[in-house]
């Protein structure tokens, strides 16, 4: 099972070009792909639906996307459009239920900061159902990601969309379906804004200084970390150096640390300023 994280900068390469197929022949290759930074008509981006447009470019894949930001864009002939931004998941296998989980927005002065959000979901995979949680977090404040990743961290998934015995047989509010699965079999994934090490990373995976490997039962394992790999996803000049940075993550619960088998990044892409990271399971 291939699963792959990607901010696709709403289709602009480094060569600052704006192409969404670009972008579609990278995810193209993946079994279930969470891709940040997804376009809904913006100026900028020719007004396109970029989440109707990844869909019709990979028909192999089910999709399902999840707007944080959400303004109006309405015209003449379509009062109802919105002008949105959020994550995105592909998977080749049906995505059996979604939720999307708005994340804490601090206000900024100075720059720019909007609201970012979580995609979670159940994907029905051959090997069972899996959780993922595609998430974006703030690029500015440290505390404000450890906000997001509080929020995150506390959800228990105790049920799907529904559950229980429908009531109101007539309704049909089951459709005649079973109670959707909701399993503890977790990877998240996506564009953390955080490096290996730093306090929202060990937020995350514990803090164990004396113990090094050890892992509680309760945290995430950074599957990249698993592999003995060492990557970046990220490449810019920060006060007159390059720097090299891993910002985007995968990360799984401890039942799924044995299927873990390799981690790379393609830092010969051209589709984003973001490298898309790879991670196999068995």
Not at 71 to 82: G, L
Request: glycine letters at 6%.
């Amino acid at each position: 099972m291939r699963l792959l994280s990607y901010n696709i900068q709403y289709g602009f390469g480094r060569d600052d070009i704006y192409d969404l197929s670009r972008s579609a022949d990278v995810l193209k290759s993946a079994d279930i792909a969470g891709c940040q930074e997804v376009d809904r008509h913006w100026s900028r981006t020719n007004q396109d639906d970029q989440p109707a447009l990844l869909a019709r470019m990979l028909p192999d894949h089910h999709t399902a996307y999840a707007p944080a930001f959400d303004m109006t864009a309405a015209i003449p002939t379509d009062k109802s459009r919105r002008r949105q931004f959020g994550p995105m998941i592909l998977s080749r296998w049906p995505i059996l239920w979604t939720r999307t989980h708005l994340l804490p927005l601090r206000r900024m002065l100075d720059p720019l900061n909007t609201q970012t959000c979580a995609l979670e979901a159940v994907i029905a995979t051959p090997a069972g159902p899996l959780r993922v949680i595609n998430l974006h977090l703030a690029h500015v404040g440290v505390e404000e990601r450890l906000a997001q990743l509080d929020q995150l961290l506390s959800l228990r998934c105790t049920s799907g969309p529904w559950s229980g015995t429908d009531d109101e047989p007539s309704r049909n509010w089951t459709e005649g379906g079973s109670e959707p699965p909701c399993p503890t079999s977790t990877v998240w994934l996506g564009d953390f804004n955080m490096e290996p090490g730093s306090v929202e990373y060990l937020r995350l995976t514990g803090q164990t200084p004396y113990h090094p490997g050890a892992r509680y039962a309760d945290t995430l394992v950074d599957a990249v970390a698993l592999t003995g790999t060492t990557l970046h996803t990220h490449e810019k000049i920060i006060a007159g150096t390059r720097r090299l940075r891993q910002l985007d993550h995968v990360f799984v619960t401890p039942d799924l640390v044995p299927r873990v088998r390799s981690a790379w990044s393609d830092p010969s892409g051209q589709a984003s300023d973001h490298f898309p990271l790879w991670v196999d399971l068995l």
